[in-house]
């Protein structure tokens, strides 16, 4: 549910914590706690009020897309989903988005594809969808990640192919596709050899 700034200050009444004092406050629990499992807490919390265009001028203030960008690289899967999840819900932002894609936010996303949790590859196809502009396709659609989701197409996991193939049939032109699959001949016949 999209909240308004009446709601919020109904909600929170004259004496009660703000939306920017708790925001802050997770974000600083996120970077002063060392329990794994508090973190990902947290930045779950995080990623759910990224749904809300409310709470993106708060976002900006706390830089907290930079935090999700940042928690992309951890070791954690845990971590990952929710940053990758956190970037997935607010980046049809324009300021978000051309931030994300400033800051070299697309070569995160696609080190997501290949990570072991489904939420999280699913998340990352989904972004790299939203994070389509006319600037941005060709990066986007350069042959290792057509490649990438030729294979994802195919998955058992019906979710994931589906998306996949959205991906090919709304992003990438034949071409493209047709040369991913050559290169996915060519590898194969290298293994066989």
């Known amino acids: 549910m999209f909240s308004s700034h009446d709601y919020i200050n109904r909600k929170t009444g004259p004496y009660g914590t703000g939306r920017l004092s708790y925001l802050q406050s997770l974000v600083t629990e996120f970077q002063d706690t060392n329990d794994s499992e508090a973190k990902e807490q947290v930045l779950a919390n995080l990623a759910n009020f990224a749904y809300d265009p409310i709470n993106y001028e708060y976002f900006k ?106 991906f090919l049939q709304d992003y990438c032109t034949t071409d493209q596709i047709d040369e991913a699959k050559k290169f996915q001949q060519e590898m194969t016949a290298k293994f066989v050899d």
Do not use: W, Y
Not at 116 to 143: C, D, G, H, R, W
């Open 61 to 166: 203030k706390l830089n907290i897309v930079d935090l999700f960008l940042d928690c992309l690289e951890d070791s954690n899967d845990r971590i990952v989903e929710f940053g990758i999840g956190g970037i997935c819900n607010c980046c049809l932002d324009k300021e978000f988005k051309q931030h994300i894609l400033n800051s070299g936010g697309v070569d995160l996303i696609v080190k997501c594809l290949s990570r072991p949790l489904e939420n999280t590859v699913m998340s990352a196809i989904t972004t790299l969808m939203f994070l389509v502009t006319p600037q941005s396709k060709a990066e986007i659609t350069i042959l290792p990640i057509v490649e990438c989701m030729l294979r994802i197409s195919s998955s058992s996991n019906k979710q994931l192919a589906n998306l996949a193939q959205i």
